[in-house]
């Protein structure tokens, strides 16, 4: 079974510019949440979709979004980048329906804004 | 607004002790909870997860415990090993916090031979 997919692993951009990360969840999984991890913030919820409808969000800026597909695959996009953005970004996917159950990340997309 | 510590924040132990990682949490109003472990500039791996109906949980030489009512869990790992090296991070879950995990900053483990 596979696991959760993160594209792209690696990510360098300008300051200004806008950046799309994708998500593919586990086979069954409606549930993409998405986090990012900084060495002085640690992990912070962004937001999460299920069923291409965003449930929840965390106290990020409006330059933050996302969305999520029919097939449960999800992409964050990050406008007008600032060099604090520069973070590893983590998914997450959950079955996301009912009770909330056990949740499987990715292995992440390092991006760095120059 | 759930709070999450984990005491302490680093250890280094010799090989083959056994562990006691500890997490603290402010709302006990948790559905469930769960252990992960990073490795430097990786994701987080699922170690175990403990429902809040649940005392304890175990894997391996892992064992995890949790008392909803105190806001506590606690990972033990038995004789550790240098692959357990890692940071462990501990994540409660709300009934209605639709995919949001909180976590707290981590206790990085370093296990020397």
């Known amino acids: 079974k596979a696991g959760v997919t993160q594209t792209p692993r690696y990510l360098i951009k300008t300051r200004g510019q806008q950046v799309t990360l994708s998500c593919s969840p586990i086979?069954?999984?409606?549930?993409v949440s998405w986090y990012q991890q900084t060495p002085g913030q640690g992990l912070q919820f962004l937001f999460e979709?299920?069923?291409?409808?965003?449930?929840n969000k965390g106290n990020f800026p409006g330059r933050f979004s996302g969305r999520q597909f029919s097939n449960s695959r999800s992409e964050m996009n990050v406008s007008t980048l600032e060099l604090g953005d520069s973070a590893l970004y983590l998914c997450a996917s959950s079955l996301g329906q009912g009770a909330p159950t056990e949740a499987f990340f990715g292995q992440g997309t390092r991006l760095t804004v120059v | 607004k759930q709070e999450v510590t984990q005491i302490p924040a680093a250890l280094s132990v010799p090989e083959g002790e056994n562990l006691v990682l500890n997490c603290s949490f402010t709302?006990?109003?948790?559905?469930?909870l769960q252990w992960f472990r990073q490795d430097p500039g990786k994701g987080l791996t699922s170690l175990l997860l403990i429902q809040s109906s649940q005392r304890e949980q175990t894997s391996g030489r892992l064992n995890a415990s949790l008392d909803k009512s105190s806001g506590r869990s606690t990972l033990y790992i038995a004789a550790s090993q240098p692959g357990d090296s890692a940071t462990y991070l501990c994540?409660?879950?709300?009934?209605?916090?639709?995919?949001?995990?909180?976590f707290g900053q981590g206790t990085i483990l370093t296990v020397h031979p």
């Open positions: 709302d006990s109003a948790i559905y469930n």
């Open positions: 979709y299920f069923s291409e409808t965003q449930r």
């Open positions: 994540a409660p879950t709300g009934g209605t916090s639709y995919g949001k995990l909180t």
């Open positions: 086979s069954g999984h409606r549930s």
